[in-house]
């Protein structure tokens, strides 16, 4: 991850992880639908949203502190932890009486979409710190000329 | 104990019901805060060492910085698992 323009790595992180919410969030939706309902849909898509705007505004709140200096990344580290924590938790209380809204498919979609995308970006991102030709940008051609790790 | 009391107020009237309510949302808050304690300290600790590698190495920074936003997003789960129990406790 090294040549990122500006050295925003962790956006670039985001991104690939927003990228990879497009594939998997249809799909959580989609159960949501198959077994709650209009209510499973419009909870699942809240937790997808909330996920990938959290790792989005974690991304950009890094990105800023990193570029000043150490004490104002940890700085922005934690107390962008709070503040995130605080707006996730303004967004649901208000809408957690309403119709539409249900705790259980809410709840598995926000933690199992949280750590699954982790978990997939993680891999890649192991595998490409190990075999640093297979790095996200990098683009290793086989003789044929097909890019053989697009990710 | 708290469970043996709330039982007891329960049978007294309607009153004790607001009372359990109350009971819930304080052991929902608490268990919230203390959720978050957890994951807080730990972000600290990935991000104090984050700093402590780049100052050693800074041509590193790039893929420290990397593994430190997958640390703090894995740390940051068990924030989000506490803040689930809090919704699903809240009376």
């Known amino acids: ?151 | 104990m708290l469970h043996i009391l709330a039982q007891s107020l329960a049978q007294t009237g309607t009153e004790a019901g607001e009372f359990l309510d109350g009971l819930k949302a304080i052991g929902a808050g608490l268990g919230y805060g203390l959720a978050a304690v957890g994951p807080g300290v730990g972000i600290g600790i990935v991000v104090g060492n984050a700093i402590s590698a780049m100052a050693r190495q800074p041509e590193s920074a790039g893929m420290v910085r990397t593994t430190m936003f997958l640390g703090i997003a894995f740390t940051e789960a068990l924030a989000l698992i506490g803040f689930v129990v809090f919704i699903l406790l809240l009376p």
């Open chain 1, 1 to 151: 991850m090294g040549e990122r323009a500006g050295g925003a790595y962790e956006r670039a992180v985001a991104v690939a992880m927003a990228r990879r919410s497009l594939v998997v969030g249809p799909v959580a939706v989609g159960i949501g639908a198959a077994v709650w309902g209009w209510a499973g849909v419009w909870s699942v898509g809240l937790a997808v949203v909330l996920v990938v705007a959290n790792f989005a505004v974690g991304a950009g709140i890094i990105a800023w502190g990193a570029r000043y200096s150490p004490t104002v990344l940890a700085a922005a580290v934690l107390v962008g932890y709070l503040a995130r924590l605080g707006v996730i938790t303004a967004v649901v209380l208000p809408v957690r009486t309403s119709g539409w809204f249900e705790t259980v498919p809410f709840a598995s979609a926000l933690i199992l979409f949280h750590l699954g995308l982790l978990v997939w970006e993680a891999r890649h991102i192991v595998k490409s710190l190990g075999l640093p030709a297979l790095r996200q940008g990098h683009e290793v051609r086989s003789s044929r000329g097909s890019v053989w790790n697009k990710s």
